[in-house]
């Protein structure tokens, strides 16, 4: 080894920033990350923060190339600083491939989450961020359900069933002890009829039920939820009933029409919903929609800022694109309680 060399290894080693802490999967599944109680307090904070101005989110960035051409087909970089009495710093670098299951048999999609000190900007811990950022997702649906969803709701409608869903639905059988029926429709009827079955044995005090379409499961819904990785839209406004609550977590499977009918829109952050040629921005450009119509943003309900639910009537539309915020609201919280109980393993950079 040079001898330029050796000095570069002398002054790295020099330095003694704090470890970065490795969390895998299975260290965070240990941590309780498999249920939703952790996400709702981390994620409700930072909506709390986003609401009063706490937060530094830049707009994130879709890295896509020409050979991806599924919509699903991308890898996003999500930053964020979350100031307050704990501030933290970090971002989620999130992949998806629509083709992964039937090409690779691997899930869709994949992610780390990287925290930085907020004092020397040096890494502090990695994150597998897949789990934490299926589990942030059904939590915003839960935070929201509690503002815009009918007290005691007891039918939950959800289309798609893969991995996503089975975050949404155990949050809401976890965060809504009323549910007594839930109504599944997927495009492969196997996956719902497998969903059916394994969820009928984990929660026998539920009834769940394959439908035969997407229409049929979104009208017996109190609380609609989407997650497919559909391009086009396909919920139509008179599928919906009276009352009911639409989490469009897949963002892409709801009318215009719903958009611009229904009672109340709600958002997590409006400008990073109003892009990438999405529902909402397609609205706007089209001089349907404006920030004007907006009901609110999440964060100002759960603050009090704004009213959610006034009627047992009201439809609502909660839009929520996915926020950097919520990444590393739970990323800050499962660091500082994986520090407190020695979990995951410390690296080294140098």
């Known amino acids: 080894m040079s001898a330029q060399n050796n000095a570069l290894l002398l002054s790295a080693s020099s330095i003694s920033p704090e470890p970065l802490l490795y969390l895998s999967q299975s260290d965070l599944v240990g941590l309780g990350a498999a249920s939703s109680h952790h996400y709702i307090t981390a994620v409700t904070q930072g909506l709390i923060q986003h609401a009063e101005g706490q937060v530094v989110q830049p707009i994130k960035p879709y890295l896509r190339w020409p050979e991806a051409n599924h919509i699903a087909d991308r890898i996003i970089a999500m930053p964020c600083y979350l100031g307050g009495n704990t501030p933290a710093a970090g971002i989620k670098w999130v992949g998806s491939r629509e083709a992964n299951g039937r090409k690779f048999g691997l899930p869709r999609a994949s992610a780390v989450i990287i925290l930085n000190d907020v004092n020397t900007n040096y890494p502090i811990a990695i994150l597998e961020g897949s789990l934490i950022s299926g589990m942030r997702t059904a939590a915003v649906t839960a935070i929201a359900a509690r503002y815009l969803a009918k007290t005691g709701f007891k039918s939950v409608a959800c289309v798609g069933c893969g991995p996503i869903a089975k975050m949404q639905i155990v ?119 404006s920030k004007e119509q907006l009901h609110a943003e999440l964060g100002e309900l759960v603050t009090n800022r704004k009213v959610g639910r006034e009627n047992n009537e009201e439809i609502i539309l909660l839009n929520a694109m996915g926020m950097a915020v919520d990444d590393i609201a739970c990323a800050r919280h499962f660091y500082e309680l994986a520090r407190s109980q020695s979990a995951g393993t410390a690296l080294s950079l140098f």
């Open 171 to 289: 949050t809401l059988i976890e965060q809504f002890p009323a549910v007594e029926n839930i109504y599944l429709f997927d495009i492969n009827p196997h996956a719902a009829e497998i969903f059916t079955r394994q969820f009928g044995e984990n929660y026998p005090h539920i009834h769940f039920h394959a439908m035969d379409s997407a229409k049929h499961a979104v009208k017996q819904g109190d609380v609609v939820v989407t997650c497919t990785v559909t391009d086009s839209p396909y919920i139509e406004y008179d599928w919906i009933k009276p009352g009911a609550f639409i989490s469009n977590v897949s963002i892409m499977d709801v009318h215009k029409e719903v958009y611009e009918r229904a009672d109340k829109v709600v958002v997590d952050d409006w400008e990073q919903c109003n892009r990438e040629k999405k529902i909402i921005n397609q609205l706007v450009l089209e001089g349907r929609f």
